[in-house]
């Protein structure tokens, strides 16, 4: 199996640490981004507040001396008084004025806020005029300002930028104890043997692990029921082969020995009818190891009953002319089934095979089928041994044969068509055959797509 590079060494608790951190650090940078908008526009506004002040403190001066002007009386703004540029302007000429302001006016002479640049200085500068005519001008450099939100917004970054490796720890720390119930998970998979089927118990997993648990468990339970049934088959087969090839093995030797053509031959046709009837308990075993592992499905298909009855008959043609068996068929040209036309042919042969291997030379054999609302009714009778009605439950187990000293057989064909019979919903059951000799198998077959009375 080919894996690419980056599936290799895959940490879920990392993924999710290098997530959760990346989701920190992006809500961060975008609080960030509309922290510094929201600083800007507020000490923007503050700044402005500061600068339409200290002009109107200016204003109120200008009426006496210009010289007696004070400019230590100006509100203390701390490091951003000593950035304020101050101009007071009289017909044009420039009067009193702090030391950083340049000679010429800082913007011209119109009342309110304004964003110039001056001797290469970007400016926010407010200008008003006194009732004597003069124009008083307070600027502050843009540049004052981007450092004082820099270092308020500096003073802000830094402590989150070292919480993030603190979050980091945290994060790590508490996303191991939240995976611990996976590891312990993988422990106990992991630890335990190959054929061990028994289901994993977490009381405490939390509630997103268990339907990875119920299904993990699901699937053990299933793995057991394979197992289970490849031992049986196993087993079963092991069991049932036995005695055709210890047959097959005695007539072999018998033909070997033999004195003259008749006897060989005899033992050969004995040695043929052994591979024909380990073949058919073969072909039964596979059938119900099948059936149990659900390979045979029941899918359902409008076939015509008569049409299934038909190619199955034509199988035994043979064999019912050589035991002179009398077969007769009450089924309508235009009866269908709604049910799997395969499950049916198998049901067919085997109800077929016990009634010619059992009912012997001269067999009465009668197939019925017909429809009562929404059910069609399947019937395979004899006028052979039968079975006893006590006895006819037993005749429903695997490997079960009634009659040890039967020729052939293996016990399965009634056991095969009852699982058949609950694959496809059918109900099944066992009466007297043929005036009221031998055996009847009846099934009772709903239609799967009409509803049901």
Known sequence: MNESPGSRDFSLRTRL?????????????????????????????????????????????????????????????????QRLALQVWNDGRLGVHSANAPNAPLAPFRHGFADVTADGTAWRVYSTRSREGDWVQVG????????????????????????????????????????????RMAQAVGTRAPLDTTPIMAADAPREIRPLLDRLNALFARTGESIAREHRFIGDASHELRTPVAAIRAQAQVAQGARDDAERQRALAGVIAGCDRMTALTAQLLT???????????????????????????????????????????????????????????????LLANAL????????????????????????????????AEDRARALQRFDRLDAHAAGGAGLGLAIVERIADAIGAELSLSDGIEARGLGVHLQIPDRHMPQA
């Open 17 to 81: 640490l290098v997530a959760m951190l990346s989701i920190v650090a992006v809500v961060w940078l975008l609080s960030a981004f509309a922290s510094y908008a929201q600083a800007r526009r507020e000490l923007g506004e503050l700044l402005d507040a500061h600068l339409a002040t200290s002009a109107a403190l200016l204003v109120a001066q200008a009426s006496e001396e210009l010289e007696e002007i004070e400019l230590e009386h100006l509100p203390d703004l701390g490091d951003a008084h």
């Open 140 to 183: 502050e450099p843009v540049s004052a300002r981007t450092d004082i939100l820099r270092e308020a917004l500096a003073s802000q970054a830094w402590p989150m930028l070292l919480a993030l490796p603190l979050l980091g720890v945290g994060i790590w720390f508490v996303l191991g104890r939240g995976l611990s119930p996976l590891q």
């Open 288 to 350: 119900l190891s099948r059936l149990e592992a659900g390979v045979l499905s029941s899918a359902t298909a409008n076939a015509s009953m008569r049409d299934i009855v038909q190619d199955t008959l034509a199988e035994f043609a043979a064999l019912a002319q050589r035991q002179h068996a009398k077969i007769s068929l009450e089924i309508a040209d235009d009866l269908r089934v709604d049910s799997d036309p395969l499950l049916l042919q198998i049901v067919l042969r085997n």
């Open 357 to 388: 291997q059992y009912g012997g030379e001269g067999v009465r054999i009668q197939l019925a089928a017909s429809r009562v609302d929404n059910v069609v009714s399947l019937s395979v009778r004899d006028d052979g041994p039968g079975i006893a």
